[in-house]
């Protein structure tokens, strides 16, 4: 089955900072790759995915790139505020499988204003 | 409100009690799940219903005991639950079992046992 994997597990930068957050997974046949952002008490949200057809894609501040042959996909907050601090939680699977999204393990955001 | 409703938001049960969560969504959507969350550590993935059709039961005790009588409602009925099965119970919702058109999570139960 398929593993995925994300770092760093937490991470601070300051307002205004870029944020980085990747993960890696293990099936190659894994296509459809989304990251969920979960604030303090609330559930998780889709914020942005990619299908395994691109190597990038954006949403204003946010973004995600894919490397499908190392196997590992990022996402990238630029000019990141307060209300971005969250757990960010990466997930992959493949579409024509029968198995759910395998979540990796989540990274906690802290944006200090 | 998002579509996918949990039920109770709270619950604190004694080891020896029964209870049920549910868990209802009116979007049309044909697959269910549902997922464990404890602190620092992943989501589990607990069980998935296609079309009302269990088809994924990743190990989980037979203390956990899920119901999917129709493609809106979903229920996890708890008997017997030890401490540790404290964390939050989340229910999401999606257009396939693969969840590949992205999952509608519930705000999930906060389940304590004491």
């Known amino acids: 089955g398929e593993n995925v994997e994300q770092h760093p597990s937490t991470l601070s930068v300051q307002e205004g900072d870029s944020a980085v957050i990747k993960c890696t997974y293990s099936d190659s046949a894994s296509n459809y790759f989304p990251w969920y952002k979960q604030e303090l008490g609330k559930r998780p949200q889709l914020i942005i995915d990619?299908?395994?057809?691109?190597g990038e894609k954006k949403d204003q501040r946010i973004a995600v790139t894919l490397n499908k042959t190392a196997k590992h996909f990022s996402l990238h907050i630029t000019e990141t505020q307060p209300e971005d601090s969250a757990v960010y939680f990466c997930a992959a699977v493949r579409d024509t499988g029968r198995r759910a999204l395998t979540f990796g393990s989540g990274t906690r955001l802290q944006v200090q204003p | 409100e998002t579509g996918v409703t949990q039920t109770p938001r709270h619950l604190v049960m004694g080891m020896t009690n029964k209870k049920s969560l549910k868990c209802e969504q009116h979007?049309?959507?044909?697959?269910m799940y549902w997922y464990k969350q404890s602190a620092k550590k992943p989501l589990e993935l607990m069980f998935v219903?296609?079309?009302?059709?269990?088809?994924e039961n990743n190990s989980v005790p037979s203390r956990f005991s899920p119901e999917c009588p129709n493609s809106s409602h979903l229920f996890l009925h708890l008997h017997t639950l030890q401490p540790e099965d404290s964390a939050l119970y989340l229910c999401a919702s999606s257009q396939d079992q693969t969840g590949s058109y992205g999952y509608t999570f519930g705000s999930g139960t906060r389940l304590t046992v004491v």
């Open positions: 219903y296609s079309l009302e059709e269990r088809v």
């Open positions: 990619i299908r395994s057809n691109v």
């Open positions: 979007l049309g959507h044909n697959a």
